[in-house]
């Protein structure tokens, strides 16, 4: 029996972007466009004709805004909704205001004629698009299988198998991969976190120039200080860094010192930041010292870098599928039997409190 196709409705003011779109949604076989819409109004009359399983949407349009048509649809009829946004500094607040309102994902809108630009977006949109459909679901599927991908090794070479980081200090940094969903998973883990933690390093896959908001807006609310990592920040208790978006991030040391190295890269395990990226250089540099904990999101990032993380002495928590929009990230962890302990969302600050 053939499987349905995800139904997308893409709804952009530009007759160009709406084009592009349909064309990167249509060359994966397992999603189709069923239209597209210039303004919410129109978007509305396609709904109303058929509902799609999925809406890709920006957020400045004539006629209505994309918050406000999102803030219409959550309240009449939820559905899963990807913001597509060019998200510039205004745009990135309000990126995170619609993640507020219920959209599942706010992905960067594709750059017209740069060729590995619109690559790249084909991978994050389409990716975005199946994540929103399977988030949806009361049962998660298992992430399918997926065209072959780039590992953290084309950002930072696997140790051999007999080095293991150095043990000089017992100094405990904490690392964080999260996707789809995550950046509710960070508010909640980091809100429960004291000014004595130790120093944290994240990885939440998000667009370019998106971070630095989410960073801020995380600092006003927390006890610890959250902010955007820039190459050479020191990894210090009551500090958590957050991998700038489309650069990797990197735990470096030296001497008893951690400190962080923001790079460029190409995509690894389909994203940049990428948490394998992340979570191989605790292995080489932190090794038993590093605590892991991988959240909800789609795909399987992060699950080769926590399986490095516990031949290397590493402590690894995972989110359960309880309290997970996507469990595809912790499952697949799980899976390679690189996690210790499996704990609800609300349970994880208390854990790492009391074990770092």
């Given at each position: 029996m053939k499987k349905k196709k995800i139904r997308v409705l893409v709804v952009d003011d530009s007759a160009i972007v709406r084009q592009t779109m349909e064309d990167i949604l249509?060359?994966?076989?397992?999603?189709?466009?069923?239209?597209?819409?210039?303004?919410?109004?129109?978007?509305?009359?396609?709904i109303a004709k058929e509902v799609p399983d999925v809406i890709t949407l920006d957020v400045e349009m004539p006629r209505m805004d994309g918050i406000t048509f999102l803030q219409k649809i959550m309240s009449q009829h939820?559905?899963?909704?990807?913001?597509?946004?060019?998200?510039?500094?205004?745009?990135?607040?309000?990126?995170?205001k619609a993640l507020e309102c219920g959209a599942?994902?706010?992905?960067?809108?594709?750059?017209?004629?740069?060729?590995?630009?619109?690559k790249e977006s084909k991978v994050r949109i389409c990716d975005a698009v199946r994540a929103a459909h399977v988030a949806q679901m009361k049962k998660i599927s298992p992430p399918k299988k997926v065209e072959p991908k780039l590992t953290a090794d084309a950002v930072i070479a696997k140790p051999?198998?007999?080095?293991?980081?150095?043990?000089?200090?017992?100094?405990?940094?904490?690392?964080?991969?999260?996707?789809?969903?995550?950046?509710?998973?960070?508010?909640?883990?980091?809100?429960?976190?004291?000014?004595?933690?130790?120093?944290?390093?994240?990885?939440?896959?998000?667009?370019?120039?998106?971070?630095?908001?989410?960073?801020?807006?995380?600092?006003?609310?927390?006890?610890?200080?959250?902010?955007?990592?820039?190459?050479?920040?020191?990894?210090?208790?009551?500090?958590?860094?957050?991998?700038?978006?489309?650069?990797?991030?990197?735990?470096?040391?030296?001497?008893?010192?951690?400190f962080v190295e923001v790079k460029e890269g190409p995509l690894v395990s389909r994203h940049r930041p990428s948490v394998d990226v992340l979570f191989r250089s605790a292995a080489r540099y932190a090794g038993s010292n590093a605590l892991g904990v991988i959240m909800t999101g789609m795909g399987d990032?992060?699950?080769q870098g926590m399986k490095e993380m516990k031949d290397a002495g590493?402590?690894?928590?995972?989110?359960?599928?309880?309290?997970?929009?996507?469990?595809?990230?912790?499952?697949?962890?799980?899976?390679?039997?690189?996690?210790?302990k499996v704990l609800p969302l609300e349970s994880i600050a208390g854990y790492v409190r009391n074990h770092s």
């Open positions: 249509n060359s994966d076989p397992r999603i189709e466009v069923m239209a597209t819409a210039a303004d919410p109004f129109i978007a509305a009359e396609k939820p559905m899963p909704v990807v913001i597509c946004s060019t998200l510039s500094t205004y745009g990135s607040q309000t990126g995170l599942i994902e706010v992905i960067q809108k594709p750059q017209l004629g740069t060729k590995q630009f619109l051999k198998a007999a080095s293991r980081a150095m043990v000089e200090t017992t100094e405990k940094v904490v690392v964080v991969g999260a996707s789809t969903g995550g950046t509710e998973a960070l508010k909640v883990f980091l809100e429960s976190m004291p000014q004595d933690s130790p120093g944290i390093v994240i990885v939440q896959h998000m667009p370019e120039k998106f971070t630095s908001a989410f960073a801020s807006r995380l600092d006003g609310i927390c006890d610890i200080t959250v902010k955007e990592a820039a190459s050479n920040d020191t990894v210090i208790r009551g500090r958590a860094l957050i991998a700038p978006g489309n650069q990797h991030v990197l735990l470096k040391r030296s001497g008893a010192r951690y990032d992060g699950a590493a402590f690894n928590i995972a989110q359960d599928e309880k309290t997970s929009v996507v469990f595809g990230m912790p499952q697949e962890a799980i899976k390679r039997n690189c996690v210790d």
